[in-house]
């Protein structure tokens, strides 16, 4: 223990490593949690939290990203893979990004390009993107390409890649290598985290006070494809041993609330407390994810932890998910799926959260999956198609989502006109109001399309009866049309009979919930915008805007803001 509390930070990784040798894998579990809180003892300088570096905190039943020690939306954008690779390329568009209202940007970082020889680090490109993004007045997610993207390995360094006999692959059915690390290598473990923690400590000393980056994605997209777990020797060797102590023990703690398609998993096989994966959890495809899982969040919290120690600021992990129909091995498997997010919780208790990037119609099916269980919603990736436009407000309304990051953002054609422009200058101004209401039960989201064309919400002291703006007869004639738009909102009570309704394409109307005698009547509606937090009030919209007080409407073709004030009567 002196010699690694003696040596330098380049050192000691080297150090633990030879630990490592010396004992037994699984053996070695207490000794590293006790060797890394004496590291951040020793580290307190860089690793202690201050007030203002971003961090999470409660708010009643939502999760918040606090910066600067105030609570902050993500209206943010995911570059393509490769854009920030150079810092030329992303000169021009940096204005683009700025004219779509964002506020963050996802930005890669490469591990070939950040160590391309072993133990020489070069952060020109993460220095250049702090700067750039702070002279755009724009705050960075940095997403750690490492050992795996999508799956893959493709951004390890050559001298990675090149030396499979240190930096194990993982392996087929038949023995044959896969573009793929194995998760069951310690020298590729332990090469990554020194990597990551070069890397958090470089953060520390050139953003440690300006604070433009504000989390950290470990890793992208998670899995094994196309089989669903390695078989390599050692991961053979592993998988017909007992089910680690740590999972057991978390099973059995956590045994009422579990995610349910989980925990049918373990009680069809048995509820066992003892015995090999396939004993614990079946024979089949299930049982392959399932041990995978286990062993990738492993690897990926031994990461987080060492970075941690240098700068903690929040990181999560991120997940492709499952078409339908798909069995384990056709999609990215075993990463932080919905019905795996027990065993990365138990396997890797220092990731902050798991995200999914959801690009499949049903948006909605996969917020609810993901904000469940405590764990908060935050959208990394997701298509930036139209319905983008409409998707955010529902996550940030419906889910307290942290934020939502449209992919290949600097793709959009037109910035000025886009819907997701708009939608994100109306939230820009709702931030300050949807900040004070998340976790309170005073707001909601609404998304409605065809097939789902009303949705009923209770809020406040009314139930609020939301339509597609297409149902209504006077809606441009468009009724009859085989597409509809998706369309959708945000909904916040912000007084006793007082709403704020701000969106694109819906028709509210109210129905008093204390007397079912009673009618609700429209005081006035009024059409504004917030500027600092402030409600500036512009048209009064009593007259034909509300059909003659009929109902709050924002048309299909563009977004807004409005605040409705309610009686009641007979």
């Not at 999972?247 to 579990?258: A, E, I, Q, R, V």
């Not at 495809?285 to 031994?302: K, P, Q, S």
């Not at 056709?330 to 690009?359: C, E, N």
């Not at 048209?539 to 605040?563: C, E, K, T, V, Y």
Request: net charge neutral.
């Amino acid at each position: 223990m002196n010699r690694i509390l003696s040596a330098k930070w380049s050192d000691r990784l080297t150090i633990l490593s030879e630990v490592e040798g010396l004992l037994k894998r699984y053996a070695l579990t207490v000794c590293i949690i006790c060797i890394s809180a004496a590291m951040c003892v020793v580290s307190s300088e860089g690793a202690e939290q201050s007030n203002s570096i971003a961090h999470l905190r409660k708010q009643g039943g939502a999760t918040q990203l606090i910066v600067d020690d105030k609570p902050f939306l993500i209206l943010g954008g995911e570059l393509g893979n490769s854009s920030t690779s150079s810092l030329e390329y992303m000169k021009p568009l940096w204005p683009k990004l700025v004219k779509l209202n964002l506020n963050t940007v996802l930005a890669p970082v490469y591990w070939d390009l950040i160590e391309p020889e072993e133990g020489k680090f070069n952060f020109t490109l993460v220095d250049g993107l702090i700067q750039d993004a702070r002279h755009y007045n724009l705050r960075l997610v940095l997403l750690w390409f490492a050992s795996w993207k999508n799956s893959m390995s493709c951004y390890a360094p050559v001298w990675v890649k090149t030396n499979q006999e240190r930096f194990g692959r993982a392996q087929d059915k038949d023995g044959k290598g896969m573009e793929i690390l194995s998760a069951f290598s310690s020298e590729n473990r332990n090469a990554d985290a020194r990597a990551f923690t070069a890397l958090m400590r470089h953060i520390r000393e050139v953003d440690g006070q300006e604070h433009t980056i504000i989390m950290i994605q470990v890793e992208n997209e998670i899995g094994m494809i196309p089989d669903a777990r390695d078989h390599s020797i050692m991961a053979n060797n592993l998988f017909n041993k007992p089910v680690p102590k740590e999972l057991m023990d978390y099973l059995l703690h956590n045994k009422d609330t579990l995610i349910p398609e989980f925990s049918k998993v373990w009680k069809e096989a048995g509820l066992k407390t003892s015995g090999t994966w396939q004993e614990i959890f079946g024979k089949g495809l299930g049982t392959d994810e399932i041990f995978m899982a286990w062993h990738y969040a492993r690897y990926v919290n031994w990461i987080v932890e060492l970075g941690k120690a240098e700068y903690p600021l929040p990181m999560f992990v991120n997940a492709a998910l499952i078409r339908p129909n798909y069995k384990p091995g056709q999609y990215p498997s075993a990463g932080p799926l919905p019905h795996l997010m027990d065993v990365w919780r138990a396997g890797a208790p220092l990731i902050d959260f798991l995200s999914p990037d959801i690009y499949f119609a049903n948006f909605a099916e996969w917020c609810r999956k993901y904000h469940r269980s405590g764990n908060p919603l935050f959208i990394p990736e997701a298509s930036r198609a139209e319905e983008s436009a409409v998707n955010v407000l529902y996550a940030i309304g419906q889910h307290d989502a942290i934020g939502f990051c449209p992919f290949s953002i600097e793709s959009i054609r037109d910035p000025e006109n886009n819907p997701l422009t708009k939608s994100y200058e109306v939230l820009s101004q709702l931030a300050p109001l949807i900040l004070e209401n998340q976790g309170k039960d005073t707001m909601a989201g609404t998304l409605l399309d065809k097939d789902n064309q009303t949705q009923q919400i209770q809020l406040g002291n009314f139930m609020l009866n939301v339509c597609h703006d297409y149902t209504w007869v006077w809606s441009s004639g468009r009724r009859e049309s085989k597409q509809w738009p998706r369309v959708g909102g945000i909904l916040i009570t912000v007084g006793p009979d007082e709403y704020v309704i701000a969106g694109t394409g819906i028709i509210v109307t109210f129905t008093p919930n204390s007397s079912p005698d009673s009618i609700a009547g429209i005081a006035g509606i009024q059409e504004g915008k917030y500027v600092d937090g402030r409600w500036l009030p512009g048209r009064w919209m009593n007259g034909d805007q509300s059909h003659q007080g009929r109902h709050l409407r924002i048309p299909a073709d563009s977004f807004g803001i409005q605040r409705i004030k309610l009686y009641r009567y007979r």
